[in-house]
């Protein structure tokens, strides 16, 4: 059994390897197409502190791009992306839409994005709904009532907040959740760390954890591969196949 657990670990290695090399150097992998080239002649196009109407909404799809979210001054976006990776926006009806589909382009370079999205302190989100294919997610000081993040290739890290109901589902990469809160957190990882970091008390919460190949700790108490706390408040539910799972607050 544990030839098999290795077998896989390293299979998942290789995979892991293979993605990364062709995002930044270039080949095919996953309907993603990337080009190799000398960087200096990758095209890219910066675009800084686009004005946007207002909005509670946001929907975001994107291809290829380390998304960051978090509170500034105004409703504002910034970008700086290769030229087949500029995303698209609009404001309608209260909802921010970003998508980014990637294009083939006969252009020499290395595919890359990143994009920076501000929020005026005191809004309240509704709904934030953000897919990503290869990029890191980043949410940083936001108050959010329903979350949802669909990441394939990133990682993913929520500091600072206060988020309603959150469902979060990762192929590869690692989940961080720091000096935030929530009242219920739905997370299923394929490879990947979980670390949950909560600023509020989660003593009274209901626990159903399980883990496949890799350790569980909920406040330092540590659990084989799985976890199941009964409470009368809210439902941590989160599915690793291989990785660790911690979980810490203050209070008991």
Known sequence: MRRLYMGVITLVTIVCVLVGCAIHFGGSFGGINVNIGNRENQGSVREDNIELDSFTRICVDAAVMGLTVEKGDDYKLSYNCTKNLIPE???KDGVLYINQKQKNT???????CNAILTIPDGILLEMVEITSDVGDVNLDRLAIIDLTVYCDVGDV???????????MELDVGDLD????????????????DIDIDSAADLSDYTF?????LGDIEVNGKDY??????????????IGADIGDIEISWDGE
Request: charged share 30%.
């Open 224 to 237: 084989k591969d799985e976890c199941y706390i009964k409470g009368d408040q809210g439902l941590i539910k």
């Open 106 to 112: 006969n252009w020499i370079g290395t595919n890359n």
């Open 157 to 167: 890290s929520v500091q600072e907040s206060v988020i309603g109901d959150a469902k």
């Open 208 to 212: 159903d954890i399980a883990a496949e």
């Open 177 to 192: 959740i720091s000096d935030s809160e929530f009242e219920s957190l739905d997370v299923y990882s394929d490879v990947g």
């Open 89 to 91: 926006y609009e404001v």
